[in-house]
């Protein structure tokens, strides 16, 4: 098992002894004092309370407990590269929390320290300018696909993959995030319901790293909206979306699934997919999951 860090470059939170002195934006740098000083002797969840409206200084999503470092400063780009110069040794790869917001060239300098590394950025849309400086990414273009179209029309579908695969660097593929849910989605239950099994199966047989977020193993629902996509979930040691999680992981390994090339496409109810000389029919119908012991005799032919 590896270690994989999610650090965060793009803001840092009010108490961080940077701010507000630092690589900031500042509008009021009076303002800017006094909410350092709230910060510091007041509980978080009284801040969130009193700081409402535009904050005096540039921000995450106009979040006061989390000022954005200005990157046009070498100071901000010094402390990047610190803090991955600090815990690269201690971890086997990062994930760069809002990546895109951070210049590629910056990254470029920041990463050096985890040369080696398994490192993916956070990516909502296409992080088509920033493979040159960093090659993984979540693959939210594949995401997008699977929400608009899994279980609702096979041919749109493939097509809706193949524009994925067509759009990321075949360099890149083996390192993007693959994924069904996580912290900021509502859960995959929730959104994909009867289709679940089917959407695990496409993201195990595609290149990538395929994530499933806490609680995914035992079909968790919840929402985004209201924060029930994170709330404390009872472990569940054997349930049928387990089982089949287990099997796609080492059928993927067995065969060597991980590195592509691959396209979709669609053959009557079935989505196929052709990886490294493999055929894989993907069911539309839930009924092929039923029996999971022999779901992946099916799946992969």
């Known amino acids: 098992m ?5 650090v965060v470059l793009y803001h840092v939170g009010l108490r961080n002894p940077l701010f507000p002195g630092g690589p900031f934006i500042l509008r009021s740098p009076e303002l800017a004092r ?19 409206g535009e904050p005096p200084y540039e921000t995450f999503l106009k979040v006061w407990l989390m000022p954005r470092l200005d990157y046009s400063r070498l100071e901000a780009v010094e402390y990047a590269r610190r803090v991955a ?11 760069l929390d ?4 951070v210049p590629p060239e910056v990254w470029a ?43 609702k029309d096979v041919g749109k579908l493939a097509e809706a993959v193949n524009r994925y695969i067509a759009l990321t660097p075949p360099t890149s593929l083996p390192h993007m995030n693959t994924f069904l849910e996580n912290h900021d989605l509502d859960r995959a239950a929730t959104v994909f319901g009867g289709a679940l099994e089917m959407g695990y199966a496409i993201i195990y047989s595609l290149p990538g790293v395929p994530s499933v977020y806490a609680g995914g193993e035992c079909a968790e629902e919840g929402k985004a909206a209201d924060h029930t996509n994170r709330r404390p979930y009872t472990p ?5 979306v387990r089982q089949l999680l287990t099997r796609l992981y ?19 109810s079935s989505l196929m997919i052709r990886v490294a000389g493999t055929q894989i029919a993907i069911e539309e119908k839930r009924a092929l999951f039923s029996n999971t012991e022999q779901s992946l005799e099916l799946l992969y032919k």
């Not at 809002?98 to 917001?101: K, Y």
């Not at 920033?130 to 594949?142: D, H, K, Q």
């Not at 569940?236 to 049928?240: E, G, Q």
């Open 236 to 240: 569940c040691p054997d349930t049928p």
């Open 98 to 101: 809002v990546a895109h917001g």
């Open 109 to 151: 300098e920041v990463l050096r320290p985890a040369w080696g590394r398994y490192v993916f950025g956070e990516h909502m849309g296409n992080p088509a300018p920033f493979y040159s400086t960093v090659r993984g990414f979540t693959a939210y273009m594949l995401y997008g696909a699977l929400t608009e179209w899994l279980g």
């Open 34 to 52: 006094l909410a350092k000083e709230a910060a510091v002797r007041m509980p978080r969840e009284v801040l969130r309370e009193l700081m409402v």
């Open 2 to 6: 590896g270690l994989v860090l999610d």
């Open 250 to 268: 080492k059928t993927r390994r067995d065969l060597r699934l991980n590195r592509g090339p691959a396209w979709a496409e669609a053959k009557g």
């Open 85 to 95: 110069e600090h815990w690269a040794p201690h971890v086997d790869g990062f994930r």
